[in-house]
């Protein structure tokens, strides 16, 4: 996974404050992406454990919305740039450098992860590995939600994401990924974002039985 991680490291770390700038505030006009991870985060409450780790967190805003609705949240990414900004916008919450298939998070010890478009950027036979981390950081009863780019075709598409390149997914093989993983999916949201893009948003609670 070396590779393209450092790939992704470099271009984010030359986009932090651009970067942060056009997405800090984006989930006021996202209501969709809003109201999954406000449920996530109601569901994350009533299941006991509020210890939630935003793996890719970027600028932090999503952490912070998090920490908003009542959980013990904290960031992870891959850029350092990035959790440098992360820190000094949200100087109350805790940000770390981590690459998500190498969580410093024992076993078991979350009541959810996040990750919002943040596994976009994996090659496709990298991701099981990356679920796999996922999982293993949660406790029996937590949850996962991610949020990724959707096609209707029978396979992954690349594409030149601005930033760096990104695969978008068939939302059913990327649950049979999950499942995979050892992860019980059990609700999904996949909408249209009107995005020049060309790819419609999905979104997948999944739940470590």
């Given at each position: 996974m070396t590779e393209h991680q450092d790939e992704t490291r470099a271009a984010y770390?030359?986009?932090?404050?651009?970067?942060?700038?056009?997405?800090?505030?984006?989930?006021?006009?996202?209501?969709?992406?809003?109201?999954?991870?406000?449920?996530?985060?109601e569901l994350v409450r009533g299941a006991g454990n509020p210890r939630v780790?935003?793996?890719?967190?970027?600028?932090?805003?999503?952490?912070?919305?998090?920490?908003d609705q009542g959980l013990d949240a904290f960031g992870l990414d891959l850029s350092p740039g990035m959790v440098d900004h992360a820190r000094r916008a949200h100087p109350a919450l805790r940000f770390d450098e981590a690459r998500m298939e190498a969580l410093p998070i024992q076993d078991g010890a979350l009541g959810g992860v996040l990750a919002h478009y943040s596994m976009i950027h994996t090659p496709p036979g990298e991701l099981p590995a990356l679920l796999a981390e996922q999982v293993r950081v949660?406790?029996?009863?937590?949850?996962?939600?991610?949020?990724?780019?959707?096609t209707d075709g029978p396979e992954p598409v690349r594409f030149d994401h601005k930033v760096t390149p990104a695969y978008s997914w068939p939302v059913d093989r990327f649950a049979e990924l999950l499942a995979a993983a050892g992860l019980a999916p059990f609700a999904r949201l996949v909408h249209d974002p009107a995005s020049e893009r060309g790819f419609l948003d999905a979104h997948v609670l999944a739940r470590r039985p």
């Amino acid at each position: 996974m070396t590779e393209h991680q450092d790939e992704t490291r470099a271009a984010y770390d030359g986009v932090v404050d651009l970067y942060a700038s056009m997405f800090a505030d984006g989930l006021e006009t996202r209501p969709f992406a809003r109201n999954m991870i406000a449920t996530f985060a109601e569901l994350v409450r009533g299941a006991g454990n509020p210890r939630v780790a935003d793996v890719g967190c970027g600028p932090g805003h999503v952490t912070a919305m998090l920490h908003d609705q009542g959980l013990d949240a904290f960031g992870l990414d891959l850029s350092p740039g990035m959790v440098d900004h992360a820190r000094r916008a949200h100087p109350a919450l805790r940000f770390d450098e981590a690459r998500m298939e190498a969580l410093p998070i024992q076993d078991g010890a979350l009541g959810g992860v996040l990750a919002h478009y943040s596994m976009i950027h994996t090659p496709p036979g990298e991701l099981p590995a990356l679920l796999a981390e996922q999982v293993r950081v949660l406790a029996p009863g937590g949850l996962l939600l991610v949020s990724f780019f959707a096609t209707d075709g029978p396979e992954p598409v690349r594409f030149d994401h601005k930033v760096t390149p990104a695969y978008s997914w068939p939302v059913d093989r990327f649950a049979e990924l999950l499942a995979a993983a050892g992860l019980a999916p059990f609700a999904r949201l996949v909408h249209d974002p009107a995005s020049e893009r060309g790819f419609l948003d999905a979104h997948v609670l999944a739940r470590r039985p």
